[in-house]
């Protein structure tokens, strides 16, 4: 990343408390490296920026996170957009997990423009806010965009083992030297992509005629059918897979519910798995 | 008797007057804040100098130009800061401070990994590829990859 911020939402906080940040607009050409990622092809020429600071590398230096999964979970926000030529358009250049917050730029404060410092200094009077507030999830999984990412990549990479540790065995017959087909069928399938080792798509959640596999619905669905002969199993496996529970009786897992009711979320990230946040962890004001 | 029982209702009514203020009609008590008043919509408390009230612990590298451009910056807006090595830094010497910066010059693959425990929850922040790479040892999503 280099010295440059995407324009977006000035509501967060960050942009106006205790410091007013007003970023001096400008216009880039579209970084290259966009394109080669999905949805790259379709960003227009030129995109807004700001300078958070005036280095002398200007292009690099800095780091951005994949977006990829990062807005997950409610223990984490992406506060800028980090202007970069490595990563997706949309990877984090300033961005919160739990109680850390990553500054991604490299610059000390005397090459930051005026903007950068009063963000700079927000960011510090914000990340305050979160003393005590661990990350809810750690990575334990990679988001199901790299399904999509690593399908396109299957004839640039030469790693002959790349194919057998990113997808299933039986893909490679249809798909091996096709990637157009195969980032195809994992957005074809996009809501029921999980992974254990390799990206798999779960016809188990298909069979009980659910739309994702992340959604509260889908775990509310599921804890109903416990009640059904005919995909109580079925239920009772997804629940396994797709929680950190591992009860076996109904009641158990409806009394889970009721007592967690509204406080679930779904994170790839942490091993694609329904997870409950902690009665008082969010912290509910303006951002 | 009689007389008494009214002078003594009058002083009663005479001083219940007095001690509310006379015929005036009370406004209401304002409603207390509740005691779960959300402290993050409180304005950032400056001292008198106008500096921010807050206490700063920057672990970077001792006697860098780095460090000095980062404390000379810091200085000037916060009430307190303090430095000490990343290398060394252990979660311990957050204790005390509002707020923990781990930061390093140089190439950010060569700083230095502290070992931070997991039970530390302070708040932090982290800088450049330095922090990528600490986030990296959390298994966060604000590391490197």
């Known amino acids: 990343m280099g010295d440059a911020a995407h324009v977006g939402s000035p509501a967060h906080i960050v942009f106006s408390k205790p410091f007013i940040v007003n970023p001096t607009v400008e216009e880039y050409d579209t970084p290259s490296g966009y394109r080669r990622f ?24 800095g780091v951005v ?42 610059s000390p404060p005397s090459e930051m423009t005026e903007a950068g410092q009063k963000l700079f200094l927000n960011c510090l009077c914000y990340i305050k806010k979160f003393d005590g507030k661990a990350p809810l999830v750690t990575r334990k999984g990679y988001p199901r965009d ?62 009980l005629g659910l739309s994702s596999n992340r959604t509260i619905e889908t775990l509310e669905k599921l804890i109903e059918l416990l009640d059904s002969d005919e995909h109580s199993e079925t239920a009772q496996k997804l629940l396994i897979r797709y929680t950190q529970e591992s009860f076996e009786k109904r009641e158990q897992w409806q009394n889970w519910h009721a007592e967690n009711k509204g406080r679930f979320f779904f994170s790839d990230f942490g091993g694609y798995k329904f997870f409950v946040v902690p009665e008082g962890y969010l912290i509910t004001d303006e951002k | 008797m009689k ?21 005036k009609k009370q406004p209401p008590a304002p409603p207390k804040e509740p005691a779960t008043a959300n402290p993050t919509t409180a304005k950032t408390p400056t001292a008198a100098d106008g500096k921010i009230e807050m206490s700063l612990y920057y672990a970077g590298h001792p006697g860098s130009k780095r460090e000095k451009d980062f404390v000379d910056f810091l200085n000037k807006h916060f009430a307190k800061i303090e430095t000490g090595d990343l290398a060394a830094f252990d979660g311990s010497q957050a204790e005390g401070f509002d707020v923990t910066i781990l ?25 450049g590829v330095t922090g990528a790479f600490i986030s990296g040892q959390r298994s966060l999503k604000t590391d490197y990859l």
């Not at chain 1, 917050?101 to 490299?106: A, I, K, M, R």
């Not at chain 2, 007389?3 to 015929?23: A, E, H, I, Q, R």
């Open chain 1, 38 to 61: 999905p949805g790259g092809k379709e960003l227009p020429d030129k995109m807004k920026v700001w300078k958070v600071q005036n280095s002398e590398k200007k292009t690099y230096g």
């Open chain 1, 65 to 106: 996170a994949r977006s990829y999964g990062f807005t997950d979970s409610p223990d984490a926000e992406a506060i800028v957009l980090g202007v970069n030529n490595g990563k997706e358009y949309g990877a984090v250049g300033i961005g919160r997990h739990g109680n850390f917050l990553q500054w991604g730029y490299s």
């Open chain 1, 146 to 207: 790299n399904a999509v990412r690593l399908a396109a990549l299957i004839n640039r990479i030469k790693d002959k083992s790349f194919f057998e540790s990113t997808f299933p065995a039986e893909l490679k017959e249809k798909y091996d030297g096709d990637p157009d087909g195969l980032v195809e069928y994992y957005k074809d399938n996009f809501e029921f992509i999980y992974r254990e080792r390799t990206f798999l798509i779960d016809s188990d959640l298909k069979t």
């Open chain 2, 3 to 23: 007389k008494y029982l009214m002078l003594f209702s009058l002083l009663l009514l005479t001083s219940s007057l007095l001690l509310s203020g006379g015929c």
């Open chain 2, 103 to 127: 930061d390093y010059d140089g190439d950010g693959f060569k700083s230095p990994r502290p070992r931070i425990p997991h039970t530390f929850t302070g708040p932090v922040m982290t800088m």
